[in-house]
């Protein structure tokens, strides 16, 4: 019994292995390849662009037209468009002949009859518009809401903030649900199953399904990260943290922060940056020109121009000599966060104009470097 069991689970894995592959978008030599986390080329570079693989394929263009490739490189619709989206949800939008439409994986045109004007889908949803309403479709072209609202924002993770015509924000789910009811002056993203929200100029907390948390004495509050249970909130013209409560937890002494990742937080006191725990404690002391977030073992410094990494000692691991493509206080304000710094135990780097990817002991993947490159991408 236990060997078919363990003949069970071997065929089982490899199935999983099968179904997944792990792919960056890199060019080299003016042409568009991708590789594999051992630095292998498994698609040959020669296509004029590509994007990062969505949906299971990758948008690639070749001569002038635009297809979409598979995992193997092969071809799951030959270049054919002159214009075109990634895939989401077995949908993109592409353009050929100046028109555009909706089609499936096999490249059969989708006739969608409530789509005047196309929308990319994002989270299996699309926008739909009449006059001067905005409503929702599914990947199906079903109307899952009726063209009523003033807009709907991009969604993320299945959520996305959205306003009545009189002005009023609330939150909607890419099912159609409306999660938060549209009752407040101004809200965040939907993250932790809280919203940062204000029901006026004066007065600000947290939005959740059960109605509103007020955050005595906030000025403004930041969206939560995902794996944050605080966030960044401002009193009096200082920085401190709430939880999901509203209630402050680090109580405001900084001039800025960044949000916390995987229990610290980078924090700035006017002249320097440094790092803290979860109980407001100096990790790093402040000694850096910035610092970006704390991820598998190591956080990412910035000295005078160039950025390295440290361990949480405060111990260089990897000189300060790259340029990185940091998050940055700008792209979280306005609500744009990408992930920086290691993943799966790579962290994309700049050095004299081209980029890599470093292993955590400093060494370069593949002892290569790109004209460009972007993050490694499952492919499912």
């Given at each position: 019994m236990k060997q078919i069991l363990t003949i069970i689970l071997i065929v089982f894995l490899g199935m999983q292995q099968g179904f997944s592959q792990t792919l960056a978008m890199v060019r080299e030599n003016g042409?568009?390849?991708?590789?594999?986390?051992?630095?292998?080329?498994?698609?040959?570079?020669?296509?004029r662009k590509g994007n990062s693989f969505s949906d299971g394929v990758a948008l690639v263009l070749e001569g002038k037209k635009w297809g979409y490739i598979q995992a193997d490189g092969e071809w799951?619709?030959?270049?054919?468009?002159?214009?075109?989206?990634?895939?989401?949800?077995g949908v993109a939008m592409v353009s050929k002949d100046k028109r555009w439409m909706y089609?499936?994986?096999?490249?059969?045109?989708?006739?969608?009859?409530?789509?005047?004007?196309?929308?990319?889908f994002v989270d299996g949803v699309a926008f739909i518009r009449e006059g001067d309403s905005v409503g929702l479709m599914n990947a199906k072209g079903e109307v899952i809401v009726k063209p009523q609202y003033r807009v709907i924002k991009r969604f993320h993770n299945g959520y996305a903030k959205f306003s009545t015509h009189s002005g009023l924000w609330g939150i909607i789910d890419n099912k159609g649900t409306v999660v938060i009811k549209p009752e407040y002056e101004g809200i965040g993203k939907f993250i932790n199953g809280v919203a940062r929200a204000n029901t006026d100029?004066?007065?600000?907390?947290?939005?959740?399904?059960?109605?509103?948390?007020?955050?005595?004495?906030?000025?403004?509050?930041?969206?939560?990260?995902?794996?944050?249970?605080?966030?960044?909130a401002r009193k009096e013209e200082l920085i401190g943290f709430i939880d999901v409560n509203g209630k402050w937890v680090i109580e405001p002494k900084f001039v800025k922060a960044k949000p916390f990742r995987n229990g610290y937080a980078a924090v700035y006191n006017g002249e320097q940056w440094g790092l803290i725990d979860e109980k407001g404690a100096i990790v790093i002391?402040?000694?850096?020109v910035d610092i970006d977030a704390y991820k598998e073992g190591l956080v990412p410094v910035r000295v005078e121009k160039l950025w390295g990494f440290i361990n949480l000692k405060?111990?260089?691991?990897?000189?300060?000599?790259?340029?990185?493509?940091?998050s940055g206080l700008s792209g979280f304000f306005k609500g744009i966060v990408q992930e920086k710094g290691f993943i799966n135990g790579l962290a994309k780097v700049k050095l004299n104009k081209?980029?890599?990817?470093?292993?955590p002991d400093g060494s370069v993947l593949g002892n290569t470097w790109y004209e460009d490159a972007k993050v490694f991408v499952t492919i499912k």
């Open positions: 042409v568009v390849g991708y590789i594999n986390p051992k630095g292998e080329y498994v698609i040959t570079p020669k296509y799951a619709i030959t270049p054919q468009f002159d214009k075109a989206k990634d895939f989401n949800t089609i499936d994986k096999q490249g059969k045109e989708l006739k969608y009859a409530t789509a005047e004007k196309l929308y990319p100029e004066f007065t600000y907390g947290l939005a959740t399904k059960d109605g509103f948390k007020k955050t005595e004495g906030a000025t403004k509050i930041w969206n939560f990260s995902p794996d944050g249970k605080y966030t960044i002391d402040y000694i850096y405060g111990e260089e691991v990897i000189a300060p000599k790259y340029g990185i493509t940091a081209k980029w890599g990817f470093l292993t």
